[in-house]
């Protein structure tokens, strides 16, 4: 069902520090920060060759990113993307089979414009899956 790796999000406590770090010191192109209201967060995209790396920081009181990193306040690895041909039917296929997914279980639009969902850590090997439609 999955498909190509999209993105590793790292959460990260000071967002321009860690641009720079990415930028000046890993020699990455990065991007400006992009608010994302909608998902409680502000994103840096870096961009690799085969993949991408978002560095996300907290966006707003009710950040979902807020508990995790006051439990890492260094930051940390926060979530993997896979990408899906048909979003809807992935998640159809995952609950059938008992896994969470997280929020209203509708996709919301994501940083890169097209559908997203999120399936819960304690369901994949303690890992935060994303799931965007390709
Ligand atoms: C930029 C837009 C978009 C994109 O297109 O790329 C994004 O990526 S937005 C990214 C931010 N959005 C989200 O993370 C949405 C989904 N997340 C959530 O709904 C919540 O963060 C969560 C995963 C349900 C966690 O909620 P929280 O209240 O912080 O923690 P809990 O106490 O409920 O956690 C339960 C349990 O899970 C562990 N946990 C939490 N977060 C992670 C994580 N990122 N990776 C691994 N494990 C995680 C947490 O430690 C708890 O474990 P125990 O302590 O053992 O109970
Ligand atoms: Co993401």
Redesign the pocket.
């Given at each position: 069902m999955i498909g190509k790796l999209n993105?590793v999000?790292i959460a990260v406590p000071d967002l321009a520090a860690a641009t720079a770090l990415y930028r000046d010191t890993l020699g990455a192109v990065v991007s400006e920060p992009v608010p994302?209201p909608a998902?409680?967060?502000v994103?840096v995209f870096v961009t690799l060759p085969n993949t991408k790396i978002?560095l996300?920081h907290p966006l707003g009181e009710a950040s979902?990113?807020a508990?995790?990193l006051a439990?890492n306040p260094n930051g940390g690895i926060?979530?993997i993307?896979y990408e899906v041909a048909d979003i809807l039917a992935a998640r159809d296929q995952l609950k059938a089979t008992g896994a969470r997914v997280?929020?209203d279980g509708e996709p919301k639009i994501?940083?890169?414009d097209k559908p997203?969902l999120?399936l819960?850590?304690?369901d994949f090997c303690?890992?935060?899956v994303?799931l965007?439609q390709a």
């Amino acid at each position: 069902m999955i498909g190509k790796l999209n993105h590793v999000a790292i959460a990260v406590p000071d967002l321009a520090a860690a641009t720079a770090l990415y930028r000046d010191t890993l020699g990455a192109v990065v991007s400006e920060p992009v608010p994302q209201p909608a998902h409680g967060v502000v994103v840096v995209f870096v961009t690799l060759p085969n993949t991408k790396i978002e560095l996300v920081h907290p966006l707003g009181e009710a950040s979902p990113i807020a508990g995790f990193l006051a439990k890492n306040p260094n930051g940390g690895i926060h979530h993997i993307c896979y990408e899906v041909a048909d979003i809807l039917a992935a998640r159809d296929q995952l609950k059938a089979t008992g896994a969470r997914v997280l929020g209203d279980g509708e996709p919301k639009i994501g940083a890169h414009d097209k559908p997203v969902l999120f399936l819960h850590p304690k369901d994949f090997c303690g890992t935060l899956v994303e799931l965007e439609q390709a």
